[in-house]
């Protein structure tokens, strides 16, 4: 659709349903710029913008950082205020590294497009000034080689194979000091005969080009501003336009209590404004957590009404040195980032938790407060609030902190004079459900198995932790032909299927990253009726930030020999199939009333601590991104569909219940999935399914508010189909669509305990080969005993009068580091079960799966659990599986694991007992057992 269409036909929807006075965005995606340095991009023509650090250097040393200015302020006088070096101390020579620097990494895509061809470095002032690397061009060149010279230019080229950043100042005449200094880029159309240049502007055309590839409500510069622990506290502190380098340590000041110094200063704000102007999208802002009034007061100005490069103006005025925001754009305003988390890196809420307590009040007060008086000083200064968005950030994972946050918003910003309040709410749309933590489990259980079944770890182990013996499973090397191998796909595309599986079914397994909430959307479903009840009205739902969140830096150390989950996750991104399941979670998140999606961010370096950027590398073909594809696709579709919190007139629903009949493994299925109701013609659209071969859902050629559903199952288990209905004017619901497959070939049993105690009914027992014992439970509860500290009882508890298998273990009250594994086997808090064959036969268990579907109905239940066999012995040393990551609570969670791999498991023809020990729990907190699923090794293959 073309964008103009598109813009015009989200603008009709938009104004049926704008209740006066009500904020709606113009695009249902936004977009945060990633940090730039010498290791990611450079969004600059001039890619001295990219360094942040001088380094002194001596010959065959590398150097020390030198700073601009002092610990009390002072500036280095070896610098102007621009940060251009006015003479350079004896026997020494000045470094910079600016993008592209160090862009090699095995296994990862080449990323230093950009840098190769002609590079041009310009000065300004008497000085010797050289790239260390690439070919000398002095027929472009007004320079020689080596040498001063005075306003010089050497030109460069630079091939693919040593393409580096890598800038060394030998000598400035004192004199006639630097007072320019510009290394130009290749120029995209022409690297080989052509650098950019001043008249290319100030932005490089690459990074511009793939701005125009979005229509977006808004660019987020909390990166860009360096937000995050900041040391901006008074105007002077800011970065100048016309600094050297437009991001690194300015201030070094402390940023909070015991909080780090030499923290960096982001990008002075005139760039950011001239960004936005160019590109026609609103501009967010984050002030920093330290900025007195007088900051914020400057900064609004500056906006409003530009600046001389130092000052803002007061008031309008002709020719402006830096223009102000367009007058048909907006800022959002929002108070610093993430101010309730803690810790060197976020010491932003080290400090508000500091300031609370000077207060007397708490956290979300303070944070509450300081965000309304922001907003306040910006409205005075915009006099009034059209061109304003007052942006309230909520913490995605804490609903009791975010209810005290809006209470306090709503009593204080709304007895203020004028009021100040919040235009939206703005929570996180990050997503990850722990995936990399069940690839890693996968590749553990699968790495003493044979060529063509392991998956990326190697049999060996390596100390990666000396101190603690912490070891670690060698990962396969990245020359290795796994990488290239039709199996190495076939586990990613088993990786994307669980992945499936996890969000359909409501499952909320949480993995690594402080930003990850394991919530379906993102944020609770709830969260938009709190905000009704707290403001008397809808506001809009406008993620600040969002997208895949998999870290892997707890699995993967600095150790190159344990990197191998993150060069799986990595390449897990850029699978086709990823689209489909971000596009899913973007579904279930307009669901829950988003109206914008803040992707974070636009380009990024990928690695063990997150794949945030959509982009990897500038230039970038966007057909090779599938998370770039999925914002594209967001923004369209999404252009012509409305979220619950605005309808008009008549909603559509899905007549067709969720769950549908139970289906048996190779029998013929067929089931109409109907919605009805709304205003006009309805439109169903299929988002995401976990669909086995001989599965299909179509459209229904004879009524298009009805999807077709028929096939023969070809897996076993439960599988779904997300799917959307709209009406004419973009009403919407959304359903998932599950039904349950038992029996198939190699399913040894498959139990579900739906009554109480822990009886269970058997489905599936292939050809009865063996006899189960059901589940025992270890020891009965008794409130005495126990060995973990604290008065925690011993054994396991049955709630026999509810439904479903309920019980608790109670291993420690205060102390959750007390509920170990070595004291719930000590205290017998465990299941266990029976595995017979039939008499006369034996059965092949070598990798045979068990999956238990299990919940956490309250939060200090058991978190994990480990298993043990009889042939394998019950000492804690002799696990055979351990839970890496907890389940979220009040959801289901299908825990798979494999039987050992050993000859004793080939050939089993007595009874073989396997013992569940759960542990990590506190207090007398419930679980509930939902099901019990074993399946050999053929049975699990094909499953994958």
Excluded at 84 to 112: C, D, K, M, S
Excluded at 812 to 831: G, K, P, V
Aim: net charge negative.
């Amino acid at each position: 659709m073309n964008k103009y269409i598109l813009f015009a036909s989200l603008s009709a929807i938009l104004s049926l349903n704008n209740q006066a006075g009500e904020f709606l965005p113009s695009s249902a995606l936004g977009i945060g710029h990633g940090g730039y340095n010498y290791w990611t991009n450079s969004p600059f023509t001039n890619t001295v913008h990219t360094g942040s650090q001088w380094i002194a250097s001596v010959d065959g040393n590398w150097g020390r950082p030198v700073f601009f200015f002092s610990e009390n302020g002072r500036r280095n006088p070896q610098f102007n205020e621009q940060g251009l070096p006015q003479y350079i101390q004896e026997n020494t020579f000045l470094r910079l590294l600016v993008w592209p620097f160090h862009h090699a990494e095995p296994g990862a895509p080449f990323r230093a497009g950009s840098g190769v061809g002609m590079w041009t470095v310009e000065w300004k002032g008497e000085a010797d000034i050289r790239l260390a690397v690439g070919t000398f061009l002095p027929d472009a060149s007004t320079a020689p080689e080596t040498g001063s010279a005075l306003n010089g230019r050497r030109v460069y080229r630079m091939e693919k194979d040593n393409v580096q950043g890598h800038l060394h100042v030998l000598a400035v005449n004192p004199e006639r000091p630097l007072t320019g200094l510009n290394v130009w880029l290749p120029h995209p159309e022409a690297p080989e005969t052509r650098s950019l240049s001043r008249q290319d502007g100030f932005w490089h055309p690459l990074f511009l080009g793939m701005l125009g590839d979005l229509d977006l409500a808004f660019q987020r510069f909390m990166d860009w501003n360096s937000t995050n622990a900041s040391p901006q506290r008074d105007w002077e502190d800011r970065r100048l336009p016309g600094h050297v380098f437009q991001h690194g340590v300015l201030n070094r000041r402390s940023v909070g209590p015991n909080g780090p110094v030499n923290r960096p200063t982001g990008m002075a704000f005139e760039h950011m404004v001239d960004l936005v102007n160019q590109t026609g999208n609103d501009m967010w802002i984050c002030l920093p957590h330290l900025a007195t009034d007088d900051f914020v007061r400057n900064l609004a100005r500056l906006i409003r009404f530009g600046s001389d490069g130092r000052m803002p103006y007061t008031g309008p005025v002709e020719n402006p040195a830096f223009a102000p925001l367009r007058e048909d754009l907006r800022v959002w305003v929002e108070h610093s980032n993430e101010i309730w988390s803690n810790g060197p890196s976020f010491a932003q809420g080290d400090w508000a938790g500091a300031r609370s307590r000077e207060l007397g009040i708490s956290k979300p007060q303070f944070n509450a407060r300081r965000a309304a008086e922001i907003w306040q000083i910006f409205q005075e200064v915009f006099e009034g609030t059209d061109r304003l968005v007052r942006v309230a950030a909520l913490w995605s994972g804490n609903m009791n902190y975010n209810e005290a946050y809006l209470r306090e918003l709503a009593d204080f910003g709304g007895a203020m004079t004028p009021s100040s309040l919040p235009d939206i709410v703005s929570p996180t749309t990050y997503f990850g459900n722990g995936i990399q933590d069940w690839a890693h489990e996968q590749a553990i259980l699968n790495r003493h198995r044979e060529a063509g079944r392991s998956w990326f770890y190697t049999p060996e182990d390596f100390l990666a932790n000396p101190r603690r013996g912490e070891h670690r499973p060698v990962s396969k090397s990245m020359d290795d032909p796994y990488w290239e191998s039709p199996e190495f796909t076939a586990h990613l595309e088993a990786a994307l299927l669980e992945w499936k599986q996890r969000i359909f079914s409501g499952a909320t397994l949480a993995g690594g990253g402080f930003d990850t909430t394991g919530v379906g959307g993102g944020f609770p479903a709830g969260l938009r009726h709190k905000v009704r009840e707290r403001f008397g009205r809808d506001l809009p739902i406008v993620s600040y930030e969002g997208g895949p969140s998999l870290y892997t830096d707890y699995l993967n150390s600095s150790d190159e020999r344990s990197r191998g989950i993150t060069a799986f996750v990595n390449q897990l991104n850029r699978m086709p199939g990823f689209e489909e399941v971000y596009r899913t979670h973007l579904n279930i998140a307009r669901s829950n009333g988003l109206e914008v999606h803040g992707a974070f961010v636009d380009l990024g370096r990928w690695g063990r601590f997150g794949q945030w950027g959509h982009l990897e590398y500038p230039g970038q073909d966007p057909a090779d991104s599938p998370k770039w594809q999925t914002l594209q696709n967001w923004m369209r579709d999404m252009a012509l569909i409305r979220t619950p919190t605005r309808p008009v007139n008549a909603v559509p629903h899905f007549v067709t219940p969720g769950e549908l009949p139970q289906a048996a493994f190779g029998a013929e299925i067929r089931h109409a999935l109907e919605a009805a109701g709304g205003d006009g013609d309805l439109s169903l659209t299929l988002i995401g399914d976990t669909l086995c071969g001989g599965m299909s859902i179509a459209a229904d050629p004879e009524n298009p508010a009805r999807m077709i559903l028929k096939g023969t199952p070809t897996r076993t288990g439960w599988q779904y189909v997300y799917l959307r209905v709209n009406d004419a004017d973009g009403d919407a619901a959304w359903r998932v669509f599950g039904f349950e497959v038992i029996g198939g070939p190699g399913v040894l049993l498959d139990a579900v305990f739906n009554g109480p105690g822990t009886t269970a009914t058997v489905r599936a027992m292939e050809q009865n080969r063996l006899s189960w014992s059901g589940l025992r439970p270890g020891a009965p509860f008794s409130e005495a005993g126990g060995t973990a500290r604290g008065d925690d009882g011993r054994g396991v508890r049955i709630l026999s009068d509810m439904d479903g298998l309920v019980f608790s273990v109670s291993q420690a009250n205060e102390r959750r580091a007390d509920a170990t594994l070595a004291s719930a086997i000590a205290d017998e808090e465990y299941f266990t079960f029976t595995l017979e064959p039939a008499p006369g036969t034996s059965l092949d268990l070598r990798h045979a799966a068990i999956t238990l579907i299990w919940e956490r109905t309250q939060y200090h239940a058991p978190r994990a659990f480990s298993v043990f066999t009889s042939l394998t012995g019950g000492r804690e040393d002799a696990t055979i599986f351990t839970l890496q990551r907890e389940p979220g609570m009040g959801s289901v969670a299908n825990t798979r694991f494999l039987l050992p791999g050993t000859a004793a498991f080939a050939s089993v023809s007595r009874p073989l007992e396997i013992r569940l020990v759960f542990h990590g729990s506190q207090w007398d907190h419930h679980a509930r057992i939902h099901g019990l699923r074993i399946e050999t090794d053929s049975a699990s293959e094909a499953a994958q």
